[in-house]
């Protein structure tokens, strides 16, 4: 158990439609990342947020959006949703603002189908 | 455009034996590089890394070997046992300032008994 939760494990849903994934990091951690996987494909940087801000973009849709909130937790809002978005969605976390020796611990992700 | 490829999906070895796990980059600004191990329905971890200052790093039964030139790491596993049956991503840090990591594929490593 990496400390870090994700909910829900699950989500089915329709195109078209809007979701939101949540995210708690660690107990004392900053930082959250958001990551894609895609099937048979690698995890896909997203977003990183440290203490509120937002710290880095990755290749994240203008239909995607996250914030971190003031207890550090994080949502990714995903709206008008296609087929291609079904993904497994991580977020991870680590303590400072992501330099080389920052580990990120991940969560289980969010499995998303778009039917 | 990708910019870590591990292009091994899978690998299959004796208990006991070495697993070699390959990986490629080609962005040579990237100067930190780690492993992840992911079992299924969990999220990856961490495993072992390295700075492009070195050419090697051990932990354990896991080295991790770096070949700037070639803009080539690989991952080493002496002896494998069955509990490192996983996915293997090999990832770089793509910022100095950021947490940004780039992942490769991912390989499939199965550890037969």
């Given amino acids: ?115 | 455009d990708q910019q870590v490829k591990q292009n091994s999906p899978s690998l299959s070895v004796q208990e006991g034996r070495i697993s070699i796990l390959n990986c490629d980059y080609t962005n040579s600004m990237f100067d930190y590089f780690l492993w992840y191990k992911k079992y299924p329905a969990e999220g990856p971890t961490f495993l072992i890394s390295i700075s492009s200052i070195k050419d090697k790093n051990e932990d354990g039964r896991f080295t991790v070997f770096l070949n700037k030139s070639a803009k080539h790491l690989s991952l080493h596993i002496v002896p494998s046992q069955p509990g490192d049956s996983a996915v293997y991503f090999c990832a770089a840090h793509g910022s100095s300032n950021t947490g940004k990591l780039i992942f490769g594929q991912g390989t499939t490593l199965q550890v037969k008994p």
């Fill in chain 1, 1 to 115: 158990d990496s400390g870090v939760t994700q909910t829900p494990k699950h989500l089915i849903t329709a195109t078209g439609q809007r979701v939101t994934l949540r995210c708690s990091p660690r107990s004392g951690d900053l930082s959250v990342y958001w990551y894609q996987q895609s099937l048979d494909q690698g995890l896909q940087f997203l977003i990183q947020y440290y203490n509120g801000e937002e710290r880095a973009k990755g290749n994240i849709l203008e239909r995607f959006s996250a914030q971190q909130f003031p207890d550090l937790h994080s949502e990714l809002n995903l709206s008008s949703l296609e087929l291609g978005d079904s993904a497994l969605y991580f977020c991870a976390s680590s303590i400072g603002t992501g330099s080389v020796t920052d580990t990120q611990y991940f969560g289980p992700g969010t499995r998303l189908t778009v039917l």
